[in-house]
């Protein structure tokens, strides 16, 4: 198994907090991606990063900032959480060296987040 | 913009054949993927097409495409109990950068 974990693996928290979760590869990959999987809607990518300090918007980013001062640590940050932020996230990284290469992705384990 | 759709629900007695299918709109999409993912776990690749091919065979595994109708499917043969997962098609669109659409799964049940 490629070695991506993720932290916190379970959380509860309110609504109106700040939340981060930690994702974390041994890979040593360039490529390195946040999603959140819901029921019917499968799995929306929120932030990624293709380099240290450089990340991108993915079609569900508002609400959540990411950061990635290391190659092998991804944060993704929710200022202040909602209710609709409650979901199932995962990381997942990549090595894909070209635009048109074969992008598998390696996921982490999830972490449940749950905003009450 | 780019679109992957499944069903949802699929369900199969055990050692029949299940076929997932799936439809993409991105025609110049150079990979397609499926995913398996596991209760409590993260998705893991399964297999994936490169778009120049119409079939792939992998052990119990079989994928097939048709680019002209956009169509993508899994066959899984003699179908198992363990093979009760969700089951996520994929494609990488050449244009938008690393990133990948994913469907919104395929839940597969497999009956004793």
């Known amino acids: 198994d490629a070695g991506i974990t993720q932290s916190p693996r379970h959380k509860v928290t309110e609504t109106g907090t700040p939340v981060t979760l930690r994702c974390h590869q041994t890979?040593?990959?360039?490529?390195m991606y946040w999603y959140r999987q819901d029921p019917g809607h499968g799995l929306r990518l929120i932030h990624y990063s293709y380099g240290v300090k450089d990340t991108d918007k993915g079609e569900v980013s508002d609400g959540y900032s990411v950061s990635r001062s290391k190659t092998e640590d991804f944060l993704l940050t929710l200022e202040s959480a909602t209710s609709s932020q409650t979901s199932v996230y995962f990381c997942?990284?990549?090595?894909?060296?070209?635009?048109?290469?074969?992008?598998?992705?390696?996921f982490g384990p999830g972490t449940r987040l749950t905003v009450l | 913009g780019e679109d992957v759709e499944q069903s949802l629900f699929l369900s199969v007695r055990e050692g029949d054949s299940s076929v997932i299918n799936c439809t993409y709109t991105d025609s110049s999409s150079t990979y397609l993927y499926w995913y398996k993912q596991e209760p409590g776990a993260g998705l893991q690749l399964l297999t994936y097409i490169f778009s120049n091919m119409d079939m792939k065979q992998d052990q119990r595994l079989t994928v097939l495409l048709n680019k002209k109708d956009k169509h993508l499917s899994l066959r899984i043969a003699d179908t198992q109990t363990g093979d009760s997962a969700i089951y996520f098609c994929a494609e990488s669109p050449p244009t938008g950068g690393f990133k990948t659409i994913f469907g919104a799964g395929t839940r597969l049940f497999v009956k004793a």
């Open positions: 890979e040593n990959h360039r490529y």
């Open positions: 997942a990284i990549s090595e894909s060296r070209a635009s048109g290469d074969n992008n598998e992705q390696f």
